[in-house]
């Protein structure tokens, strides 16, 4: 790509967004080893100190890719959401957790290990949002005072089920991972 292109990207303002755009395929392709900013930088057609201008070093484009997940994590969960019962709602959201993680194995293990009590800005608000869906629906079936534990619970059995499917520890001549989760989450007494 020339200069003159380059420049016209940059003052565009979309830069950022290309250069996550291009580190997202790079992820989905080959996983995080692959995964540079002068990498990024040739897949968006900009020079290799073009995504200094947005990213300070290699850990941060990661948390600008993890927080995009989880923003496209977070949209998914609230679609699943939208069932009109409060339980089957909680469960769409369950399958829709372990569809996302099968889906984009790279990116949900990206998302979930470049998180860190230390992280903040995007990437922790986003993190955040997805987790407050699911606190949300479980706050509408639990008991007040139990609600924050059974939350966790639900977490634990969905984010618990997409590992195991991630890391190829499940039976592959039983269920599929999606039917695991929905019949794991249905043997919860959330609103116990």
């Given at each position: 790509?020339?200069?003159?292109?380059?420049?016209?990207?940059?003052?565009?303002?979309?830069?950022?967004?290309?250069?996550?755009?291009?580190?997202?395929?790079?992820?989905?392709?080959?996983?995080?080893?692959?995964?540079?900013?002068?990498e990024a930088a040739r897949r968006a057609g900009v020079s290799a100190m073009a995504p200094?201008?947005?990213?300070?070093?290699?850990?941060?484009?990661?948390?600008?890719?993890?927080?995009?997940?989880?923003?496209?994590?977070?949209?998914?969960?609230?679609?699943?959401?939208?069932?009109?019962?409060?339980?089957?709602?909680?469960?769409?959201?369950?399958?829709?957790?372990?569809?996302?993680?099968?889906?984009?194995?790279?990116?949900?293990?990206?998302?979930?290990?470049?998180?860190?009590?230390?992280?903040?800005?995007?990437?922790?608000?986003?993190?955040?949002s997805a987790y407050a869906v699911l606190a949300t629906r479980v706050a509408s079936l639990?008991?007040?005072?139990?609600?924050?534990d059974w939350t966790l619970t639900c977490w634990s059995v969905v984010h618990g089920l997409?590992?195991?499917?991630?890391?190829?520890?499940?039976?592959?001549?039983?269920?599929?991972?999606?039917?695991?989760?929905?019949?794991?989450?249905?043997?919860?007494?959330?609103?116990?």
């Amino acid at each position: 790509m020339s200069t003159s292109a380059s420049k016209k990207t940059y003052h565009h303002g979309d830069l950022r967004d290309a250069l996550i755009v291009a580190a997202l395929e790079v992820l989905e392709e080959g996983g995080l080893a692959g995964l540079s900013l002068r990498e990024a930088a040739r897949r968006a057609g900009v020079s290799a100190m073009a995504p200094y201008r947005h990213f300070a070093d290699k850990e941060a484009l990661i948390a600008g890719v993890a927080a995009v997940g989880f923003q496209r994590f977070a949209d998914l969960l609230r679609q699943a959401d939208a069932k009109p019962d409060a339980h089957e709602a909680l469960i769409a959201q369950g399958v829709a957790y372990v569809d996302f993680a099968c889906a984009r194995p790279a990116l949900f293990r990206l998302m979930f290990g470049a998180t860190s009590p230390n992280v903040k800005g995007d990437l922790a608000l986003a993190g955040e949002s997805a987790y407050a869906v699911l606190a949300t629906r479980v706050a509408s079936l639990a008991k007040p005072a139990q609600a924050a534990d059974w939350t966790l619970t639900c977490w634990s059995v969905v984010h618990g089920l997409a590992m195991l499917a991630l890391d190829g520890k499940l039976d592959p001549r039983a269920e599929s991972p999606t039917v695991l989760v929905e019949r794991m989450l249905r043997l919860l007494p959330v609103n116990g």
